[in-house]
């Protein structure tokens, strides 16, 4: 397990600190791209921001839904849209060039079934769920004539649902991708579990019997140079956390709405799929999301309650991905020879430090920035959509407030979609019986489901623009690059990573507190969006939406 996110800090950290007598050393590289990046991003930052999302089908078919839907990298399939923006190419499925190249081909694969051949025949061929009455694209709720679900009408005073309410506005409704994106969410979990006992179950077994008896390589070797960490560190903080989320539950009961054994059921879940989802973000970069398991299983528990189910998910889902983040950050420390107790004491100072201030920044921006995360009130070229987080609120509705049984269940549209479980749990028994049947065909075990099956995991809020960016850069510089200009690619690659990344970061930083604080904006086409208005309208007859057309 080499965990392939560690090697770009580890190539920055050599080349900032190992000599190199070579004409353009490490350093040096590092420092003119970084100055590049930083140069470059006040064009699609600030100057020309339709830059980021080059949707040049909307621009030819400038009154046509189909095709704007077919050709919006924000709102619809994203076929042939481009950017110039490294923001857009690294944002949600992190850097390109760090992810080995079969998993950029097993992220193509899904990303190629699912957006251009699932969706498309369930929208324009079966109009599945009356889809074309929705947008193709969206993380909006509808109701049934394909306006915007009034959220705030079935909400009581206890942040409840208002069953009366609800039955008056009907059935909620979700957009083609919105559903199918769950369907295969309920797939990529099931998977994970098979996957990784059916080419993992062995090697598991085998380490952790030679963790007690066995061999040693290089690395562990040298580590133990050092004191490890005693035990009762992990025990006295998960102690300490524990009674102070128990309290939380018992007697703030009333704001998080969450009984005290969902704390519990919450722990043993993210215990339960931390090995399985480590195993794969260590093999392919990618990690398979718990998001849509916990929220499921909370909603099927405790329907009615949004903000119980997020508090499940926060510690269900969120647990096990920082308990990710902490074994990513130790493998580093594995590489760089760090002390394993000083780890400890950064990343348990840097958590306090990172959640004090997280939490301050945002209360700060939600009571300094007008309409923030409203996107519909916003200007189109705004910043302060909060993508993610309209994601997180929806899926709070579904899961939470209107519940998984009148959605996904016998009282919803979408009971169907519970047969990805199914699907999911058998695929890779196909795979792994395919690899014991053909054992020389070396590329069989290379089919990674849970990354195949998860590629739409973080769509939305990420959107097809920054999938083929994504695939095309690291198709480039993970395959081409690497198989004709090898010694470049292992002395530059992960050092190119990371100086595009430092220096997007130096810049957006200076244009929010140079330009952004004092709301300065340019205004010209190059800055008006993508251009694309129409990708989010319906395409179903009769159907009236503002801003769109009626056929």
Not at 446 to 470: E, F, H, Q, R
């Amino acid at each position: 397990m080499w965990w392939p996110g560690t090697l770009v800090q580890v190539s920055l950290f050599r080349a900032l600190h190992e000599k190199d007598d070579r004409r353009m050393t490490r350093a040096k590289f590092f420092l003119i791209v970084l100055i590049c990046s930083f140069s470059w991003y006040l064009v699609p930052g600030y100057l020309f921001t339709t830059l980021s999302s080059i949707s040049w089908v909307c621009w030819i078919f400038s009154k046509s839904v189909t095709a704007q839907q077919i050709g919006s990298g924000l709102k619809g399939l994203g076929l042939g849209a481009l950017t110039l923006d490294w923001i857009v190419v690294a944002s949600f499925l992190l850097g390109p060039l760090i992810s080995p190249f079969f998993a950029i081909v097993n992220v193509f694969v899904g990303y190629v079934l699912i957006i251009y051949i699932a969706i498309p025949i369930a929208y324009w061929g079966l109009d599945l769920y009356n889809a074309s009455r929705f947008p193709i694209f969206s993380s909006h709720l509808f109701i049934a004539q394909g306006q915007e679900y009034n959220i705030k009408e079935i909400v009581n005073d206890k942040f409840e649902i208002d069953l009366a309410k609800y039955e008056e506005q009907g059935r909620i409704n979700l957009s083609m991708f919105f559903a199918l994106s769950y369907g295969f969410g309920f797939a990529t979990i099931a998977s994970t579990l098979t996957h990784v006992a059916l080419f993992y179950g062995r090697e598991i077994y085998d380490r952790y019997r030679a963790s007690y008896k066995g061999k040693e390589d290089i690395h562990t070797r040298l580590m133990k140079n050092y004191k490890d960490i005693p035990y009762w560190w992990f025990y006295i903080l998960l102690a300490a956390t524990f009674v102070a989320l128990l309290v939380l539950c018992i007697f703030l009961n009333d704001q998080v709405q969450m009984p005290w054994w969902g704390l519990l059921f919450a722990g043993a879940m993210a215990f339960v799929f931390t090995l399985p989802i480590s195993i794969i973000t260590a093999t392919t970069n990618q990690t398979p999301g718990l998001n849509i398991i916990t929220e499921y299983v909370m909603g099927l528990i405790y329907p009615g309650r949004p903000i119980a189910n997020v508090c499940f998910k926060t510690y269900g889902y969120m647990s096990m991905a920082q308990a990710v983040s902490f074994l990513n950050d130790f493998k580093l420390g594995h590489y760089m020879k760090i002390p394993p107790r000083s780890m400890f004491i950064v990343q348990f100072i840097g958590t306090v430090l990172a959640g004090t201030i997280n939490l301050a920044v945002a209360w700060w921006l939600l009571n300094s920035i007008e309409n923030i995360c409203q996107d519909d009130l916003l200007p189109v070229d705004s910043p302060w959509t909060c993508p993610g987080d309209r994601v997180f609120f929806d899926a709070s509705v579904i899961w939470g407030l209107v519940g998984p049984k009148r959605i996904f269940g016998s009282l919803g549209n979408y009971p169907a979609m519970n047969w990805f479980f199914v699907g999911g749990a058998l695929g890779p028994v196909i795979v792994w019986l395919l690899h014991k049947t053909f054992p020389k065909q070396s590329w069989i075990p290379l089919i990674n489901l849970p990354v195949l099956l998860g590629t739409t995991g973080m769509m939305p809020a990420a959107t097809p623009l920054n999938y083929n960016s994504w695939i095309i850069v690291g198709t480039i510089f993970n395959f081409f690059i690497f198989r004709y200009r090898k010694q470049w690619w292992q002395r530059y690659n992960y050092i190119l990573s990371a100086a595009l990344d430092a220096g997007v970061a130096f810049m957006a930083i200076l244009l929010y507190f140079s330009v952004g604080m004092e709301n300065r904006s340019l205004t010209w086409w190059g800055t008006d969006g993508e251009h694309c208005e129409l990708a989010t309208c319906p395409t179903a007859m009769g159907i009236v939406v503002e801003g769109c057309p009626v056929n």
